[in-house]
């Protein structure tokens, strides 16, 4: 069940066959309805409408990005009476292009998991089937998407966190190249991965809000001073001549079968298109998800260090001095997982390890990039699994972090090299009949290509 | 496997309190993930610079005045203000930094 898309709100609007404000309240009671899928943290009850290539579609906003005046939690109970001062550029924007804002939706606390069930406000339940997890740190946006309690969400991607949730709700996520969209307003996990980016319903609908969010901003110095195309322009080219990339690493142990079966016939389309399919190799992919686990934690180690309850969120009362208040506020308000990667950041950081640690994963994420750089000297794309297999159960990893962990193995190398990629909806899974999610890698900046190729597997793919 | 008093130590150092088990658990878990970060003493990274930042941006200067949503109006200096736990006036309230004698 698809439901709206942007175009069919944009028509239904113009065509008066209902009004901006009437599609907001269908959609809320829809959000009312569907509250056993824990999408949201909170909700708004009204969305005024601006004038814009947005105007009146209704969309939700994963709950670590700001908007002026609301609560933001960033699914954490340190922040849990948080109130934002200030609008994110990336709302700013959708803003001024007219869009509305339904509610922030429900994540693993501070984006760190692959499940959502890391929330401080309980875990997500994929709309497919209740049982099993959305994935995440975007659970919720990709959930409210897929479930169409929204026309499209926001989401933010440090090593998976759009790509993979929207592989296992069936629906489209897009992650830009770092430095694409600004992350003002958005609450840091790790600042040299981070990116915010589209989960939508189609891959045209990727490419509109792209279009709105992408560009310099002077309130984040990390983006790119590049212009920004129309992204919607090149949709549908033919991709006869595209030279697309299979790395072998990609097929290895721990993808699952149904997994396997699915992304290769969905290559074989591309073959049938006229595409040039290619066997690559990435040598240090096997590196990846180890330089990421020491790399993003110190990175939280420092971003998570304000937290200390004194200006804002979680005090703790009992305290009698100062360090006591950041310890006790901190002992109180975190979960087990910043816990984990905070203290893993703490202990790489620290004197005697940091060249052990820290600056061997930098020298390994510089061969990473590499593999990257020198794949795309003969490869336009470069594609693949999103995830190792279909929605698992809840509960299923919940007490093996490094299970969890290994849900991001080919979407992780991806960050560490800074690349744009996408998750399209492929097919259903041969034996568990869940959505699969088909990953296309972009050189720098090429998000233009990478939707392109999206649309052809969106377009020819069957049973999404 | 990291020690009880490691794990100690890295909670000291991040401001974090742990009760008897959770040293336990992460002394287990922190571990685990530590082995497994341990393959890449085998990669040979001999002559490799370390890369932190993707896009090859060095300095982004502007011009150092003052401009955006400084100087804060009085009720955006309040919106912040009101979320501090304890304040005084216009200043933020916190314990104090040494025990008393």
């Known amino acids: 069940m698809k439901g709206h898309t942007i175009t069919t709100i944009q028509k239904g609007i113009t065509q008066k066959e209902f009004s901006a404000g009437e599609i907001f309240r269908q959609y809320r009671k829809r959000i009312d309805e569907h509250k056993n899928l824990n999408a949201f943290i909170s909700v708004f009850d009204s969305g005024n409408a601006g004038e814009g290539v947005l105007s009146g579609v209704p969309c939700v906003v994963k709950d670590n990005m700001l908007i002026d005046g609301t609560r933001t939690t960033a699914g954490s109970k ?96 897009l992650k830009p190249t770092y430095g694409r969209v600004s992350r003002h307003g958005l609450i840091a996990m790790a600042s040299s991965f981070d990116q915010i980016g589209p989960i939508t319903k189609t891959v045209e609908d990727a490419a509109r809000v792209l279009n709105v969010i992408a560009g310099h901003d002077p309130l984040d110095a990390t983006t790119a001073d590049a212009p920004v195309p129309d992204y919607t322009k090149n949709l549908n080219n033919d991709v006869r001549g595209l030279r697309v990339g299979v790395p ?217 | 496997m990291l020690s009880r008093e490691e794990v100690i130590k890295i909670a000291q150092l991040a401001r974090i309190a742990l009760t008897d088990d959770e040293v336990t658990k992460f002394q287990k878990e922190l571990s685990s993930i530590l082995s497994y970060v341990e393959q890449l003493n085998a990669v040979d990274t001999s002559g490799v610079e370390p890369l932190a930042q993707v896009t090859g941006l060095e300095n982004a200067l502007r011009e150092d005045v003052v401009q955006g949503v400084f100087p804060p109006s009085k009720q955006q200096t309040e919106a912040l203000l009101v979320q501090a736990p304890a304040r005084e006036g216009d200043y933020l309230k916190v314990k104090s930094v040494l025990k008393a004698k």
Request: glycine share 10%.
């Open chain 1, 78 to 173: 340190i922040l849990d009476n948080y109130i934002a001062t200030y609008d994110a550029t990336v709302i700013t924007r959708l803003k001024k292009a007219g869009a509305t804002f339904l509610g922030k939706t429900n994540m693993d606390e501070f984006a760190m998991g692959t499940s959502t069930e890391n929330s401080a406000y309980g875990p997500v339940k994929n709309p497919r089937d209740t049982t099993r997890v959305p994935g995440g740190s975007s659970g919720g946006s990709a959930a409210a998407v897929a479930a169409d309690l929204a026309v499209f969400a926001l989401g933010s991607d440090t090593g998976g966190s759009i790509r993979q949730p929207a592989s296992m709700c069936g629906v489209v996520g």
């Open chain 1, 248 to 464: 072998k690493e990609f097929f290895q142990a721990g993808l699952t079968p149904e997994v396997a079966d699915k992304i290769r016939s969905t290559i074989e389309l591309f073959k049938k298109a006229g595409a040039v399919i290619s066997d690559i190799s990435l040598p240090n992919f096997n590196h990846s998800l180890a330089a990421y686990y020491i790399l993003v934690p110190s990175e939280i180690s420092a971003n998570l260090a304000r937290f200390d309850g004194i200006r804002y969120g979680h005090s703790a009362q009992n305290a009698d001095s100062l360090l006591d208040v950041y310890v006790k506020s901190r002992d109180g308000g975190f979960g087990a997982e910043p816990k984990r990667r905070i203290m893993l950041g703490t202990y790489a950081l620290s004197a005697g390890y940091y060249d052990a640690y820290y600056l061997k994963a930098l020298k390994v994420r510089a061969l990473i990039r590499r593999d990257f750089d020198r794949a795309f000297e003969n490869v336009d794309v470069i594609v693949g699994p999103t995830a190792p297999s279909t929605a698992f159960k809840l509960g299923e990893k919940a007490d093996d972090p490094m299970a969890l962990y290994l849900e991001d193995v080919y979407t992780v190398p991806v960050n560490l090299a800074g690349l744009p990629a996408i998750s399209v909806p492929c097919g259903l899974g041969a034996s568990s009949q869940l959505p699969i999610g088909f990953q296309i890698i972009g050189k720098m900046f090429d998000e233009a290509t990478v939707l392109h190729i999206a649309q052809h597997v969106e377009r020819h793919a069957t049973g999404t």
